[in-house]
Structures are given as C-alpha cells and as structure tokens.
C-alpha cells in the first residue's frame, strides 16, 4: 500500500523539514511506501529548496490550503492520501492506526492531537484535551488532525472543498457521504505555535467562536478575515 502525504507550505522552512522526516520516517518503521509532495502556495522563504533537499516533490500554485492540497492530489499516486499541516509531525502509530481503518473498510479517517509547547505545556495539554473530547463526540475535525481518504473516497468527492477556512470540517462532512469516516488515536504532534503567539486562552475563544459562526451559516470569508485579524 502506498501513502501520498500532501504538505500545504506557506513560508514554513522552519517547520516542512520535520514534517517530511516524520512522514518518511513512520512510513518506514510500518513497511509503507510514501510519497510526500510538498504543495506550495507561493512560499518567500527557502520552503521549496528545504522540501525538494529532504526528498519531496514540490508543486506551485496559488495561496490557499484547500486549492494546494487539490493541486498536490492531481499528481498523487497512492492508495490513501493524507492531508498533513507542515507543522504537523506523524508517528509510526498513527499510520498503522490507518492502514487498520481503510482494511476495516472506512473511507478516511482523522486522528486526535497531542500540541508541543514550549511556554504553556499544562494549559495547551486541557486544549488537547478539550479537542481530543470534542473530536469524539462530534466526530469532525479541523483541517490539522490529518485528515485522509482513500483515493477512491477522494475523487468521489471532487477533493478538498475550496474554502478559506473550516475546509477540513468540510470535507469530513463529504466523505461521511460516501461511506464510513474513522476518528483514531494515536494522537498526532501538532505545533502550538499559535496559541503561543497569539495567547492561549484568546486562540482558544477565537477558534470556538469560528466554529459556532459557521455552524451558524455565517460566510466563511468574514470567518477567514476574523480569524487572520
């Protein structure tokens, strides 16, 4: 079975070469082929030359997630295609956990988070918490939870829907309607960068006031531009 890892980039050099060596490294230590394409949208730092030094395949398109990750599956070639955030570190576990769902017959899947902190280790850990449990009990995911689907389940969907924000909880919402979608441990290693920068308790507040904005029909370009303000 081969994987394809699809890494939107945007000024991440500090981040991509980790995010390649995990997938890489993981892929290895459960006997799977990997192929990681680094998606870039218009990156003014050395992303592009880090990814193609660490072995990846970097394709160019336009700023936006969604439309980079679309632009990257048009030229994978596995079986099952990730969705994988740049700073966003995978581990042998979470793949085998996976390879377990599609064989059982799930179309994709998403797993729960572990968040790396460096200034507010306990307080992001209750975030972790708060996610993990929300994850469960809503089974839906943000677009950092690698999200996957087989390619079957991929091209049914027409792909990741192109939206500025929430796009990931979007695209959960298209593959549950072609068949059966897995929310997994083992947790993956998400950054905590933004919350570090931005602070904890008001990235907190911000993300769940998108959510409920959304699930409220509000646009989600007003939602992006709230987001990024």
């Known amino acids: 079975m081969k994987v394809s ?7 991440e050099e500090d981040w991509v070469e980790a995010s390649i060596s995990a997938a890489r490294a993981s892929a290895a230590a459960v006997g799977l082929q990997a192929e990681i394409i680094v998606c870039d949208g218009g990156s003014v730092d050395v992303t592009r030359t880090v990814a193609q030094r660490n072995g990846a395949t970097v394709v160019e398109g336009d700023k936006g997630r969604a439309k980079q990750v679309n632009l990257g599956a048009g030229q994978a070639t596995g079986d099952i295609l990730v969705m994988l955030h740049a700073d966003v570190l995978i581990v042998p576990e979470t793949l085998k956990s996976m390879i ?4 059982s017959g799930f179309v994709g899947g998403f797993f ?21 449990l929300r994850t469960r009990r809503f089974e839906t995911a943000t677009a950092d939870q ?7 389940a991929w091209n049914q969907v027409g792909g990741v829907p192109e939206l500025p924000l929430m796009e990931g909880n979007a695209f959960v919402r298209e593959l549950r309607q072609v068949g059966e979608v897995a929310v997994l441990p083992p947790s993956i290693r998400i950054s ?7 602070g904890v308790l008001k990235t907190w507040l911000k993300a769940y006031a998108v959510r409920a904005a959304y699930m409220s029909g509000v646009d989600v370009d007003e939602l992006a531009a709230f987001w990024e303000s």
Do not use: K, Y
């Open 100 to 103: 377990q769902a599609v064989e």
């Open 5 to 11: 890892f699809l890494i939107p980039t945007l000024n």
């Open 112 to 132: 729960e988070i572990d968040i790396l902190a460096h200034d507010s280790p306990n307080l992001l850990n209750i975030i972790a918490w708060g996610i993990n």
């Open 192 to 198: 905590g960068r933004r919350w570090e920068r931005d």
């Open 146 to 152: 690698a999200i996957f689907a087989t390619r079957d």
